[in-house]
């Protein structure tokens, strides 16, 4: 079916719910303030050194693809708010695609459309989740043509790649099942012709997108990021891996069996799906605070019902057992919508875009704003700390914040555990008067997550106040305060 007749065959109530999601995408990301993680990637985009770029890339954790796409919008001084924008455009193209190629039932599709999988947290909240969004579905939609589109298909594959580490498991065993099966088509068929050399090419792409990725990731072990978010008990980690691979190889020796039997109809599809999922819970279980990274599930699921009803389109008839009645594409239907409805209870998926709308996600615009009318363009700034301070710098209209920890402008924070690192007060104090020795006073902007050790008490009680943001105000904690600093 063709691109235009599934644009007019799409019913009309689908169409309405997709406007109502983009209006309520807009209307939310108006309101939303971006948080320190969101400003990291755009001053990336916007300031890194390309010679520098791998070196960044491995203390950040995170492949290159979202910086690629924010990095002509970034560097051409496109305002900041282009970041959200960015990814709200790319999860409601997603959106689309899912509504015009997925095979799921109408009233699946509606379920999905006004689920957290396309409201807020992956389109409002800009991060590289958009991207696994819109290429998870683009996948989908071309995994059952793969052998005709192989050089689309591994492409896909290989930007997957490049968007997130909870990503990899499930491009890596799409590349690998598909590797796997062509090599045993090519040895029944004697492989030659244009197909075979397509899916060659389309087979190394991936293959490409490993290789740098491992480029990419040479340093990470150097990483403070690293350090604070794996479990520090390494028995854990080798355990998780380990099972992993135990079960890798299982699923491995399965595929190379003859699929002969009825059994294995699905054989492809329930490997990816088994392996996508424990690549995901073994870096949930191996990292801290990833609970809210669980929408990686959710593209796992939707891909793996999706491909399973592009095969399994019968109805059951009356005497159909019922293991084939559970099985049947209505019940996937059913699972699908109870996972999603169960998965938005459980995650509270609506409660932080209506916290969003009540309060600030940041104050960082607030703060920033008031740097660039009542501070001089000349004036001496400097920080408390550059992980919560960072996400002024792109509202800042000709001003600098210095770090006195690393000792220059503050952009992207440098997560090198060489370069990121804690100070007491008096240092700070000491390392501001070393790199303004012509200064009397300073303004500092103290954020409220400080990397200083030894504050005084009193400290706001004898400096000389010109913001403070409202305590608790904040979804994120990102309160700010702007004081003048006596270096005498």
């Given at each position: ?271 990816i799906g088994a392996m ?37 389109k019968e109805t059951p ?172």
């Amino acid at each position: 079916m063709g691109i235009r007749t599934r644009i007019k065959s799409l019913p009309i109530y689908l169409y309405i719910i997709f406007a109502v999601v983009v209006f309520v995408n807009v209307y939310l990301l108006v309101c939303h303030e971006p948080w320190r993680d969101e400003a990291q990637a755009w001053l990336i985009a916007r300031d890194v050194k390309i010679s520098d770029l791998f070196l960044v890339l491995s203390q950040e954790g995170h492949p290159l693809l979202w910086y690629a796409v924010l990095f002509p919008f970034a560097r051409l001084g496109i305002p900041y708010i282009a970041l959200n924008i960015i990814s709200s455009l790319l999860v409601d193209t997603a959106l689309f695609f899912l509504l015009l190629f997925a095979p799921f039932r109408s009233i699946t599709k509606a379920v999905l459309a006004v689920s957290p999988m396309f409201v807020y947290f992956v389109s409002v909240i800009s991060r590289s989740y958009s991207l696994c969004a819109l290429l998870v579905i683009l996948i989908a939609a071309v995994y059952h043509d793969r052998s005709r589109h192989s050089v689309l298909y591994g492409f896909l594959i290989a930007l997957l790649f490049q968007t997130h580490m909870l990503m990899v498991g499930m491009a890596f065993i799409l590349w690998y099942v598909w590797l796997l099966s062509f090599l045993k088509s090519r040895k029944i068929n004697k492989g030659s012709g244009e197909s075979s050399k397509s899916s060659i090419v389309g087979l190394l792409l991936p293959f490409l997108s490993i290789v740098l990725l491992v480029a990419e990731f040479s340093g990470i072990f150097t990483s403070v990021a690293l350090s604070k978010s794996i479990v520090s008990e390494k028995p854990i980690l080798l355990a998780v891996f380990g099972i992993i691979a135990a079960l890798f190889l299982a699923l491995i020796a399965a595929l190379v069996l003859n699929k002969r039997s009825s059994a294995f109809v699905y054989l492809n599809e329930t490997i990816i799906g088994a392996m996508t999922v424990a690549w995901q819970i073994a870096v949930f279980f191996v990292y801290r605070h990833m609970t809210s990274r669980w929408i990686t599930i959710v593209y796992a699921i939707v891909f793996i019902v999706w491909i399973i009803l592009d095969i399994k389109k019968e109805t059951p008839n009356k005497d159909a057992s019922f293991l084939k009645r559970l099985s049947c594409p209505m019940a996937l239907n059913i699972y699908l919508i109870l996972f999603i409805v169960g998965y938005t209870i459980v995650t509270h998926g609506y409660s932080l875009a209506i916290k969003d709308i009540q309060s600030a996600y940041s104050d960082s615009k607030n703060a920033a704003e008031f740097i660039n009318e009542q501070i001089s363009s000349d004036s001496i700034i400097v920080c408390n700390s550059e992980e919560s301070c960072n996400a002024l710098v792109p509202y800042l209209d000709g001003r600098t914040i210095y770090s006195p920890f690393s000792e220059r402008e503050l952009s992207f924070v440098n997560r090198d555990a060489r370069c990121l690192h804690s100070m007491s007060y008096t240092q700070f104090v000491d390392t501001c008067r070393r790199m303004f020795p012509d200064e009397k006073s300073i303004y500092c902007v103290f954020s409220r997550e400080t990397a200083l050790t030894d504050v005084p008490e009193d400290l706001f009680d004898y400096v000389k106040m010109l913001y403070q943001s409202r305590f608790d105000s904040t979804i994120y904690k990102e309160e700010y305060s702007v004081f003048i600093l006596d270096l005498k």
